[in-house]
């Protein structure tokens, strides 16, 4: 079935070093990858978000990449900051049951030590 | 502006009780929609509506059911609780109410956490 699938489910990284989290996605179609974080007893938030026109995005120390050929995206952050750490969600719009729905990956909790 | 506002913030039932869970969103959203948080399972669509009066199956209907009479409002009902329906519920709501699924930003409420016994 349609799905979007994340990796690592963890990540440790020392502070100032970069951390990366991929996702794929499994309908051809989709056109819009948002990235959430969220932080321990909240709601998610929005940090950054691509649509299929074009390859990569960057707000400061974030970045998202999109390769539409292989159906994948990725988060990029750089010099980590124990704020970082969180859980993270990638996103995407599917085809499912005669409709678009977002669609979330299972979360990855990224650690920052110090 | 509140933002999203979910009610209540806890919730203890017995298997077979009924309840709902309210959401109230104040920024004249068209979209809302509601998700449910498991361990290692992310954020998986319940219900959504893409504006007053229309709403649409996500990926985990089953045992949920909504309404939307007004674009403020989004309940999602609980008819006969089951254990399996222990989760944390967020409700989130955006602007923007394509039929591509293109949300735009979603702004998520703080949650529900329901526990049934």
């Known amino acids: 079935g349609e799905n979007v699938e994340q990796h690592p489910s963890t990540l440790s990284v020392q502070e100032g070093d970069s951390a990366v989290i991929k996702c794929t996605y499994s309908d051809s179609a989709s056109n819009y990858f948002p990235w959430y974080k969220q932080e321990l007893g909240k709601g998610p938030q929005l940090i950054i978000d691509i649509r299929s026109n074009v390859g990569e995005k960057k707000d400061q120390r974030i970045a998202v990449t999109l390769n539409k050929t292989a159906k994948h995206f990725s988060l990029h952050i750089t010099e980590t900051q124990p704020e970082d750490s969180a859980v993270y969600f990638c996103a995407a719009n599917l085809f499912m049951d005669s409709s678009y729905k977002l669609i979330f990956g299972s979360g990855t909790r990224l650690l920052v030590r110090p | 502006n509140a933002g999203v506002t979910q009610t209540p913030k806890f919730q203890v039932l017995k298997t077979g009780q009924s309840m709902t869970l309210q959401c109230a969103q104040d920024?004249?959203?068209?979209?809302m929609s509601w998700y449910r948080q498991d361990p290692g399972m992310g954020l998986r669509l319940i219900h959504y509506?893409?504006?007053?009066?229309?709403?649409d199956q996500g990926e985990v209907p089953n045992g949920y059911n909504v309404s939307r009479s007004t674009t403020e409002d989004f309940p999602l009902r609980l008819l006969s609780a089951a254990p399996s329906q222990t989760s944390v519920y967020f409700c989130?709501?955006?602007?923007?109410?394509?039929?591509?699924?293109?949300?735009?930003?979603?702004?998520f409420g703080e949650g529900s956490r329901l526990t049934v016994l």
């Open positions: 509506s893409v504006g007053a009066g229309i709403t």
């Open positions: 920024m004249n959203h068209e979209y």
């Open positions: 989130a709501s955006s602007y923007r109410a394509s039929g591509s699924g293109d949300t735009g930003e979603l702004f």
